[in-house]
């Protein structure tokens, strides 16, 4: 057997194709089927005729053989890989949402629709936040990391042509942890590439300058076809061009999309009654005076896309102003519901308080996401889009 493989593809610009939930190449009429022939099977015939001399008693008859005409399968590399998640994972329109500090994932299921046994090569994680691990056929998965001393990740698959072990196809998990520090709105790309390379099964391995892992180079389009030796067929969206010899080569990189909170507290203060003046009101406005009711807002503000959970205030109130007081009856509300101090079983859903002294703590609360990050123009500014939870309580002025 005699492998033939050119070092250029003649005229095809070298594409790069995005990941795709379905694979992108449908329908593909390349695709294997059970009666493919395996590549490097011998294909031999020849034509027989037969013809007869003379007449009557003289009559003679003759059978006859043509030349024998032989010629080698060539080898079809093609690959279907479909991935974990919806539309073009390389644009930003559908970047996956994650929060800050989790591990993204994507799992990839790559099957060999070669007639060929084949060997893909994914480049060695680049990242200590990025990690591999495959599987082949089920079996127990593998592992690479940043940072192993192995060469790249080989992963050797058998043609899907009558494999009733399975191991035609294996399914690769990229995990890439996300900064816990990551804003609001940041984009990063999961990288995946994959080559096909010259499996060790290969019988050319040895011979011709053929070894075992080198990138698979396909033939020319304009080489002429030749009987005895084996060429090797890809289709033009698995070509790559960009260095010094072509290559099988397919680029799928995910892009994830950083959702967050974004929380700012601000706190206002108003006099809701006094001995004298009374409550407010539109017309009425009572003043700080000793017996004063002091009321206190502390607005929990999101300006992130992302909700927020089981957040804590405190404020220690000062010591002119009095936490209780006989004949004073406190009122803390969060989203206009009341709380009943250290009775969390009672409280609202959204906080709750405990009194230590003049120390209040509210804990507890949650606030939702802004629903329009976009008008975010101003950072101190309080826009209606945004997320908030407001907290008041009262005191009263000694």
Do not use: C
């Not at 300006?303 to 936490?323: M, R, Y």
């Amino acid at each position: 057997m005699k492998l033939k493989t050119i070092a250029l593809i003649a005229a095809s610009s070298a594409m790069t194709l995005p990941a795709f939930a379905a694979d992108p190449l449908d329908p593909k009429p390349w695709d294997i089927s059970a009666t493919d022939t395996l590549f490097g099977a011998e294909i031999i015939n020849k034509a027989s005729f037969s013809y007869s001399i003379g007449t009557g008693a003289d009559k003679k008859d003759f059978n006859a053989d043509s030349n024998e005409v032989k010629f080698e399968v060539d080898r079809k590399v093609v690959f279907s890989l479909t991935d974990s998640h919806d539309g073009d994972g390389s644009l930003d329109a559908d970047a996956i949402t994650v929060s800050a500090g989790d591990v993204a994932i994507t799992t990839y299921t790559l099957k060999n629709d070669s007639n060929a046994p084949i060997s893909f090569k994914l480049p060695k994680p680049t990242s200590e936040d990025i990690s591999y691990s495959y599987s082949i056929g089920g079996a127990a998965a593998v592992s690479l990391i940043f940072g192993d001393p192995d060469a790249d990740f080989i992963l050797p698959l058998e043609t899907g042509i009558q494999n009733s072990a399975g191991n035609d196809n294996v399914v690769i998990t990229v995990s890439t942890k996300i900064a816990g520090d990551a804003s609001d709105g940041f984009i990063t790309s999961t990288p995946f590439s994959i080559t096909a390379v010259e499996p060790a099964t290969n019988p050319d391995i040895g011979t011709s300058g053929v070894t075992a892992d080198d990138d698979i180079v396909p033939t020319l389009i304009d080489v002429a076809w030749e009987e005895l030796d084996i060429q090797t067929v890809t289709i033009p969206a698995f070509i790559d061009e960009s260095g010094a010899t072509a290559k099988i080569f397919y680029n799928l990189p995910q892009k994830f999309k950083v959702s967050t909170a974004i929380i700012s507290l601000k706190k206002s203060v108003r006099i809701f009654s006094d001995p004298i003046n009374g409550e407010a009101t539109a017309t009425n406005f009572p003043k700080a005076i000793p017996g004063a009711v002091v009321e206190y807002t502390l607005t929990v503000i999101n300006k992130g896309s992302g909700d927020a959970s089981a957040i804590t205030l405190s404020d220690t109130v000062v010591s002119e102003l009095a936490v209780t007081d006989t004949g004073f009856i406190p009122v803390y509300t969060a989203s206009g519901t009341n709380i009943n101090v250290d009775d969390n079983s009672d409280d609202p859903a959204n906080a709750d308080l405990t009194i230590a002294g003049q120390l209040l703590t509210f804990s507890n609360i949650s606030v939702d996401a802004d629903t329009n990050t976009a008008d975010n123009l101003v950072a101190d500014t309080l826009y209606n889009s945004d997320g908030r939870t407001v907290i008041t309580f009262t005191v009263k002025l000694k």
